[in-house]
């Protein structure tokens, strides 16, 4: 048993920005209101129904990850965001159409009290959506400090002793790494000579590890997947995690891939589709937006069947990936996967799954879970990439030079393990063979 982690305790506000005041922010916010009122359940949500089991299986030590570390409390949680439309809460989520009019009439009242500060927005990044709340200045530079400005006069205002900021913006047009993400010197560079490499998300990353706001990348936009933001983090000792909150079709797969691979069936093809219609679904209609979703979405396979080790079974798979803007579908998003493996003898067989879901309400306890899970990093002194948090993620930040792990079960043996490390309990390896000594 190692010597616990030092972490600092849990004192005042926490703050949790929002980048993004749509269907998924106003999703989590509404909900917990909802849950502190005593209104609902954290469904869904680790940090508040997960347990965590401690030493032997015949200790009978299984407490709730919230009684295990010490958590912030959704008592101590203040709302902040940013969004191009100035909607308050309530007005953004009747709009959204995620929740019922019985759930949204019962937070009306706190809902309408959250509005957003004017954002950082280029309509060159995300092609399908425009709106009057932006800011203006000379240069990005200019824009980042403002956001800074906003940050601090944020927690002044609401008494917020610290804060966290959890992406959940649209999805940006792809953009690969140029020489201005190499270093934070280039970085800094552009943002001063307004670089258009330097995207709307990256700006908010930089302002918030500047103003000491770990930061999650809930797209698969760069933001701060890059080495400049890197540099950044380490030196203002600041965790970062991301990126693309795992959802729908990709969770599917994080469960099922490894299920095929740990059984050695074979893979001839799986093809996804989907259908969306609320405004993420508008935004990747565009094809240089959905690019970047593509990219996240087609690394999950390749990363998780391992084909250099075993190429007779997954050398040679085809990997295809749609996305449909559907209007009346509205948030309630479908996932129809075509799945076609074969086994012995080479014998075919076919899985199909048509999963009917939500995506706002997948995402929701994914912000809160990141959003507590980042402010207990910062008290604990972990700063830079959090590859921990890769259970909650479509493409997982990793070090330079080592590939993600993407199955859903070996990234929750990792983030139980890490909580287990911070507070000196022993690592669970699973080998059992202790019982029978």
């Not at 007779?312 to 996932?335: A, C, F, T």
Request: include cysteine; glycine fraction near 8%.
């Amino acid at each position: 048993m190692k010597t616990p982690t030092e972490i600092r305790p849990v004192a005042g506000k926490l703050g949790i920005l929002l980048p993004g005041l749509g269907a998924v922010a106003t999703t989590f916010i509404a909900g917990v209101e909802m849950i502190r009122q005593g209104m609902a359940e954290p469904v869904g949500s680790l940090t508040q129904m997960g347990t965590i089991r401690l030493g032997k299986r015949t200790d009978n030590r299984s407490p709730r990850i919230s009684d295990f570390v010490p958590l912030a409390s959704l008592d101590s949680i203040e709302f902040g965001a940013w969004d191009l439309f100035p909607d308050d809460a309530f007005t953004a989520a009747s709009k959204a159409g995620v929740l019922s009019k019985e759930h949204l009439a019962s937070v009306k009242g706190f809902l309408e009290g959250i509005h957003p500060m004017e954002a950082v927005f280029d309509k060159g990044y995300v092609k399908r959506l425009d709106g009057p709340h932006v800011k203006t200045g000379a240069t990005k530079m200019d824009l980042a400090e403002q956001l800074m400005a906003d940050i601090a006069r944020f927690k002044k205002e609401r008494g917020v002793d610290r804060c966290v900021a959890v992406w959940c913006g649209s999805t940006e047009v792809y953009r690969p790494l140029t020489p201005v993400h190499a270093t934070l010197e280039a970085f800094e560079k552009g943002l001063r000579e307004n670089s258009d490499d330097i995207a709307p998300s990256a700006i908010y990353a930089y302002a918030c590890i500047r103003s000491g706001v770990p930061y999650a990348n809930g797209a698969p936009n760069l933001s701060v997947d890059f080495p400049a933001m890197h540099e950044l983090a380490r030196r203002e000792g600041i965790p970062i995690a991301g990126k693309d909150f795992k959802t729908g079709q990709t969770l599917m797969k994080t469960i099922l891939a490894p299920g095929f691979k740990a059984r050695l069936l074979g893979l001839e093809g799986w093809y996804s589709t989907n259908i969306l219609g609320n405004r993420d679904g508008e935004v990747l209609d565009d094809p240089e937006s959905f690019k970047s979703k593509e990219v996240s979405k087609l690394g999950v396979l390749e990363h998780i069947f391992q084909p250099h080790l075993h190429p007779k079974l997954y050398g040679h798979y085809s990997h295809v990936v749609r996305i449909n803007y559907y209007p009346p579908r509205g948030d309630n998003k479908e996932g129809w996967d075509n799945i076609d493996i074969f086994g012995w003898l080479n014998y075919p067989m076919q899985i199909k799954i048509d999963f009917l879901c939500r995506d706002s309400i997948l995402a929701a306890p994914i912000v809160l879970d990141l959003a507590l899970f980042l402010d207990l990093a910062h008290r604990a002194g972990m700063a830079g990439t959090q590859e921990w948090l890769s259970f909650y993620f479509k493409s997982p930040m990793t070090a330079e030079g080592l590939y993600p792990e993407h199955d859903l079960f070996i990234q929750l043996m990792k983030l139980k393990n890490t909580l287990r490390w911070m507070k000196g309990e022993d690592l669970i390896t699973h080998l059992g063979l202790e019982y029978y000594d």
